[in-house]
């Protein structure tokens, strides 16, 4: 078992490197400029969305669930067109990183306590009316921000365009610093509440017998889940099977069910994928597509293969 | 002792519990008896903390349950619901041994294991316990659950329903086990369906009837044809084996 999460970090070491130090040629410090904050990029990516998913699916004790399904990507969306709407392509393009992701940060974490907390605080058991909740917040925001991007004129709907779709060649490296000082904090955060992530899976009443503060912890993980999803979409935009993908193959790696293993376990997947993807597609199918699409692709045949396996719960 | 003073609860516009007030012994087995929908499992939840509680006062052992840390609650008593839906898919020892989290709280110690091995004997679950829970029977995983609340090793343990889906042999070992935690000084309250488990291995039943306590005290005072007819609404014939009182329910 450690084995595995040693072996992980060993291809996760060899890939970055394979991404850094493949075919620099002579002018090799401006393009190690170019990719290193890419690559820091795509490892907190990778990382934040590991955890996210992780911890959200503890949170409703079901491992079909992704923070994306259940429409926080939509809510990403429908706050990039809001803001370009509200503001104008002027306003929208002069708003400064950091407070846009600021805004960003704050709205997603306020609009997921609002929506799920409620929901999951009160320990329900149903599931088909949280995940009924949140397809329809998805359908609302969708719908939403296909309005405003119709009232909204053409210039404007291609910067919102370009803001919602996914991609890592486009990581904004001036962002890196808060984001990965927040991100990195989350995850540690989440690492050390393993233990209680473990009870918190167990049901709010088994939970609760045990002595665990159940609601607390709730919101807590909720606001964890809100911000690492803020992070990951402010940085390549929204990714909907992605975190699936790396919830699935972390279970199915590590064959446990403690958080302690199951989150590194989440972390090295997720970077793995992303790394070796993106050298893949920069060096050999020369940016051809975007790494989301092929991503998204699989993670939608592992979505199937799922619920055909009757893993769904 | 459990002192509840006052309780009402409502779900929605629905009255389940009307104003309260029982005390459950200490160092006995008591059981909760009672008709469908008499509010015996909201009484439980209650006084395990399982939902918050809207009016009076509920104290376990002098410790108030809205003011005690769930923590310390945790060590002073133990609650099994009817139904539990677990998020992570887990061997039976594994859940077993989530009993002890109030101990050690991640930090699993040389007494937890002996602990969990102790519960995993008294519910002979040994041979399961590398079995994932989904692959058991739904007694078999009933025993899992009970198996972990006995881990939990509190001197109060509060079971909803633990009989059902036990076939008979085991609904008796269970009851029998309760009557031996209580000779090791632990107190057991527990809800059950079938009248007849109550009446033999009880030292003390509260029989509840819509939202109230219709009846209190030893089985010989309960269950009689005319308190139990009452309570449930039709004639019952009660005989008397071995000095404990029978319900013929069935007849």
């Given at each position: 078992m450690d084995r595995r999460l040693t072996a992980l970090t060993g291809a996760l070491v060899v890939a970055c490197a394979a991404y850094l130090f493949w075919g620099l040629g002579p002018r090799w410090q401006f393009i190690l400029g170019?990719?290193?904050?890419?690559?820091?990029?795509?490892?907190?990516?990778?990382?934040?969305?590991?955890?996210?998913?992780?911890?959200?699916?503890?949170?409703?004790?079901?491992?079909?669930?992704?923070?994306?399904?259940?429409?926080?990507?939509?809510?990403?969306?429908?706050m990039q067109t809001a803001l370009v709407a509200g503001l104008g392509v002027g306003g929208y393009a002069g708003l400064s990183l950091s407070a846009k992701f600021g805004i960003e940060v704050v709205f997603m974490t306020l609009a997921a306590l609002m929506l799920f907390g409620t929901l999951l605080g009160r320990g329900t058991q149903d599931i088909a009316r949280l995940v009924?909740?949140?397809?329809?917040?998805?359908?609302?925001?969708?719908?939403?921000?296909?309005?405003?991007?119709?009232?909204?004129?053409?210039?404007?709907?291609?910067?919102?365009?370009?803001?919602?779709?996914?991609?890592?060649?486009?990581i904004e490296p001036a962002l890196l610093p808060v984001t990965g000082a927040l991100c990195i904090g989350t995850i540690g955060v989440a690492l050390w509440m393993a233990p209680r992530l473990d009870v918190l899976a167990l049901g709010q009443p088994i939970a609760v017998s045990l002595g665990l503060a159940h609601d607390r912890l709730v919101i807590v993980a909720l606001i964890m889940v809100a911000v690492l999803v803020s992070v990951a979409t402010a940085l390549v935009g929204p990714i909907a099977f992605f975190g699936l993908l790396v919830s699935g193959l972390a279970h199915e790696l590590t064959g446990s069910a403690r958080h302690a293993r199951l989150l590194p376990m989440a972390i090295l997947v997720g970077c793995l994928m992303l790394v070796i993807g993106q050298t893949l597609f920069?060096?050999?199918?020369?940016?051809?597509?975007t790494l989301s699409v092929v991503i998204e692709f699989a993670g939608g045949v592992f979505f199937l293969w799922l619920l055909l396996?009757?893993?769904?719960r | 002792m459990i002192c509840v003073e006052g309780v009402s609860h409502s779900i929605g516009k629905t009255e389940i519990l009307h104003d309260i007030s029982v005390e459950i012994p200490k160092g006995k087995v008591t059981a909760l008896v009672g008709p469908n929908g008499a509010g015996k499992s909201t009484l439980l939840s209650l006084i395990g903390r399982l939902m918050p509680l809207q009016s009076g006062r509920i104290s376990v052992d002098g410790a108030d349950t809205v003011q005690t840390p769930s923590r310390d609650l945790a060590r002073l008593m133990a609650i099994l619901s009817q139904t539990n839906t677990l998020g992570s898919r887990l061997r039976v020892r594994e859940l077993v041994a989530f009993g002890?989290?109030?101990?050690?709280?991640?930090r699993p110690t040389a007494e937890d294991v002996q602990q969990v091995n102790d519960a995993l004997v008294a519910l002979d679950l040994i041979a399961l316990g590398d079995r994932f829970l989904?692959?058991?029977?739904?007694?078999?995983?009933?025993r899992a659950f009970i198996a972990m609340a006995l881990a939990q090793g509190a001197d109060w343990l509060l079971l909803d329903e633990p009989l059902a889906a036990l076939d008979m042999a085991f609904a008796r070992r269970i009851m029998a086990q309760l009557v031996t935690l209580r000779a090791a000084g632990r107190s057991v309250v527990v809800v059950v369906h079938d009248i007849n488990h109550a009446a033999v291995w009880a030292d003390h039943i509260v029989a509840m009837k819509a939202g109230r306590i219709?009846?209190?005290?030893?089985?010989?005072?309960?269950c009689t044809s005319k308190v139990l007819g009452d309570i449930y609404g039709m004639d019952l014939r009660v005989t008397e084996i071995d000095g404990k009182p029978l319900v013929l329910h069935h007849l």
């Open positions: 170019l990719r290193a904050p890419k690559l820091a990029g795509m490892l907190l990516v990778g990382a934040a969305i590991a955890v996210a998913t992780m911890v959200f699916q503890t949170l409703c004790r079901n491992r079909v669930l992704t923070p994306q399904i259940m429409g926080f990507d939509a809510l990403y969306i429908l009924l909740t949140g397809v329809i917040f998805g359908v609302m925001f969708r719908s939403f921000s296909g309005f405003l991007a119709r009232i909204i004129d053409p210039n404007a709907f291609a910067v919102v365009q370009a803001a919602s779709f996914a991609s890592f060649t486009a920069e060096r050999f199918l020369g940016l051809q597509s396996k009757g893993r769904m | 002890r989290w109030p101990h050690h709280q991640g989904e692959a058991l029977s739904g007694g078999q995983r009933q219709a009846a209190e005290g030893p089985p010989q005072a309960v």
